[in-house]
């Protein structure tokens, strides 16, 4: 087999120095998240090796667990979001050149790695990757590429810009400070993603627990309230929401009874029970709502459901921007300043204020017969190359420095 060179970085290749092995990665931001981007094919095909490789490039525990490692040894920064890795190869589809994603999440204090989740922000680094590695170009101004999520068989598309000066367009995003190249990640259709229906109860919006409700499925099974409703405008301080006690058991009880409506199950298949979704870490999520306050088009603030999100999930965003989109519903009682859905298929910008500023979401949609038809959604990153170049593995086992050696005898660069 001969491994291909980058097309954009000939020289980005395994070697060796004073008898260490060197491996080459791009350290990237997407969004709020920092991790690696991989050129798979230079990675050991190995899985246990594969793994060796990652804990040596990150600074993580070879084996077992280490409580308190702070991951001086390599390039993780200790929280989850910073411990991502992609590898990331290319394919054809439909005569399309697209990417091919595969997430490591790694954790600073111990050895073992998930292979079951995919990162919505560290995705949104692999157009720009792409561009740097030369598997991909601009055309007219604009870049779109697929990429295709092996973790969970989730297909979206980047997209990114530039000016008539050639620059990337940029954009500021809450969590990130100053303006980076754009990118905005399109899901496809994300309608019913855990029941199958826009809106799980066949209504546009519900009496649950006291409070008027809409449940919407885009992205993510989500319950929207009227802040209002609990005495709130939806622009509290997060600390403030989650320590109003009161507060708190009234939106668990919404949750609770909204989620039994929605027909929501376990990953068993069984629908969830009242103490399933009274423990729940994931679905639904859960948020509630105001008029905008600081030029968005939406105030809202977003809970897990257990806790409140220090900003605004992008699958949580997505669902709230269609949402948003539906006539009747809350959200769309307390938006402005969006147009009217035709029966054309539209981009809706809907500006979604936050506790970190507004995070920009886009619907694409119709009005249909039966409501709002959703083709795609899409949620607004910004993205940079941090640093691209080799890693000395200088403790690399000598199975997996047999393993690259190989692959770099067969690249033709050792």
Not at 161 to 183: H, K, T
Not at 247 to 270: C, H, N, S
Not at 285 to 310: D, E, L, N
Request: glycine share 10%; aromatic share 4%.
């Amino acid at each position: 087999m001969v491994l291909p060179t980058l097309p954009g970085l000939p020289g980005f290749q395994i070697r060796t120095d004073s008898g260490v092995v060197e491996f080459p990665v791009h350290h990237m931001r997407g969004g709020t998240s920092t991790g690696l981007a991989i050129w798979e094919r230079l990675a050991p095909s190995d899985p246990a090796l594969r793994e060796e490789l990652l804990r040596h490039l990150m600074g993580v525990p070879l084996e077992g667990d280490r409580r308190g490692n702070r991951q001086i040894t390599g390039l993780g920064r200790g929280t989850a979001t910073s411990n991502k890795v992609f590898f990331v190869d290319t394919e054809t589809a439909d005569g399309r050149t697209r990417l091919v994603s595969t997430l490591a999440q790694l954790a600073a204090d111990h050895a073992a790695i998930d292979w079951s989740v995919n990162c919505g922000n560290m995705s949104a680094a692999l157009p720009l990757w792409a561009l740097d590695c030369g598997l991909a170009g601009w055309t007219e101004g604009s870049l779109e590429i697929d990429i295709r999520n092996t973790n969970t068989g989730v297909v979206t598309t980047g997209r990114m810009a530039r000016d008539a000066r050639g620059l990337f367009v940029a954009a500021e995003i809450p969590g990130v400070d100053g303006a980076f190249p754009s990118v905005d990640l399109f899901l496809h259709d994300p309608v019913g993603s855990k029941t199958g229906r826009l809106l799980p109860t066949g209504q546009i919006c519900d009496r649950v627990a006291g409070h008027t409700v809409s449940c919407v499925d885009v992205a993510v099974p989500m319950v929207i309230a009227d802040a209002a409703e609990f005495g709130k405008t939806a622009l509290e301080p997060i600390a403030e929401l989650e320590g109003d006690k009161v507060f708190m058991e009234a939106l668990r009880a919404v949750w609770v009874e909204a989620g039994l409506l929605m027909g929501l199950k376990r990953r068993d298949g069984q629908p969830m029970t009242t103490d399933d979704l009274a423990r729940s870490e994931t679905i639904p999520k859960v948020c509630i709502v105001a008029p905008a306050a600081a030029g968005g088009s939406i105030a809202v603030r977003y809970f897990t459901p257990q806790t409140a999100h220090a900003s605004m999930a992008v699958s949580g965003g997505c669902c709230l921007a269609a949402a948003a989109l539906i006539q009747g519903s809350v959200a769309s009682r307390m938006v402005r300043g969006l147009p009217a859905i035709g029966p054309d298929f539209t981009e809706t910008v809907v500006g979604i204020e936050n506790p970190a500023g507004v995070l920009e979401a886009t619907v694409v949609a119709r009005a249909a017969k039966d409501g709002l038809e959703v083709r795609s959604a899409a949620y607004r990153r910004s993205a940079q190359v941090l640093l691209r170049g080799q890693v000395p593995l200088y403790r690399a086992s000598e199975a997996l420095k047999k393993a690259l050696l190989a692959n770099a005898s067969n690249d033709g660069t050792a």
